[in-house]
């Protein structure tokens, strides 16, 4: 079965430190999508990134860049000069595919809070 | 705003209670997905919806039940509230149906009191 580990349940740090949250995750499936996703106070789940298991280019988008390396199945997150705004719940989940959808399986989730 | 529009946004209710949660995707999308965040057991998949029709169940207790309607709309009926039923529950919605990723709506806050 489909498994994805945040080891780290709270993380705190200072304004402008960076940061990496950490994601492992298993599964038998050759073929499956990784994310990252968000949740503010406001309770919404926001949408961060998406990779496909074939593609293990590191990503980065402003602040934030993504580490996977399959090798150690891992999907690595860190934010570069952490503001107080990124104060949230960062979520990693592993997609698994079904006959007609797939369904995401979610880590417990890291809280980070940056404080100022 | 993600186009996933879920209603209503807070609900309390009572033990015993009967309440629906509705869910409408994004246009063009035919996959509905209902998610459920508790404090204790985490985000976890409850049911998918294709087209109209259950695809797929995860872990969702007897006493909920869900549809997809004809206009791809989606309710979550949860019957026999008790306490631990309170919760986050989230929708999601997909067009591609493998290709992974999909978009989630704010979510339903239920408190059952």
């Known amino acids: 079965a489909q498994k994805v580990t945040q080891a780290q349940t709270e993380i705190s740090v200072v304004e402008k430190e960076d940061v990496t949250l950490d994601c492992v995750y298993e599964?038998?499936?050759?073929?499956?999508?990784l994310f990252w996703y968000k949740q503010p106070p406001s309770g919404e789940l926001v949408f961060l990134i998406r990779r496909n298991s074939f593609d293990e280019q590191n990503e980065i988008s402003g602040r934030y860049s993504w580490n996977f390396q399959k090798s150690t199945s891992s999907f690595n997150f860190t934010i570069t000069a952490s503001q107080v705004v990124d104060s949230a719940v960062y979520f990693c989940?592993?997609?698994?595919?079904?006959?007609?959808?797939?369904?995401?399986?979610f880590g417990a989730g890291t809280i980070l809070r940056v404080k100022s | 705003d993600s186009g996933v529009t879920q209603t209503p946004k807070h609900l309390i209710t009572a033990t015993g209670q009967r309440v629906t949660l509705r869910c409408s995707p994004r246009?063009?999308?035919?996959?509905v997905y209902w998610y459920q965040q508790s404090l204790d057991q985490g985000l976890q998949f409850l049911i998918h919806y294709y087209n109209g029709e259950e695809r797929a169940k995860g872990n969702i207790l007897e006493r909920f039940s869900a549809q997809q309607f004809p206009d791809l709309h989606s309710e979550l009926n949860l019957s026999s509230l008790e306490l631990g039923d309170s919760a986050l529950y989230f929708c999601?919605?997909?067009?591609?149906?493998?290709?992974?990723?999909?978009?989630f709506g704010s979510g339903t806050r239920l408190t059952v009191v």
């Open positions: 246009s063009g999308d035919l996959s």
């Open positions: 599964t038998r499936d050759t073929t499956y999508y």
């Open positions: 999601a919605s997909s067009v591609a149906s493998r290709a992974g990723g999909y978009t």
């Open positions: 989940a592993l997609s698994e595919v079904m006959e007609y959808g797939n369904k995401l399986v």
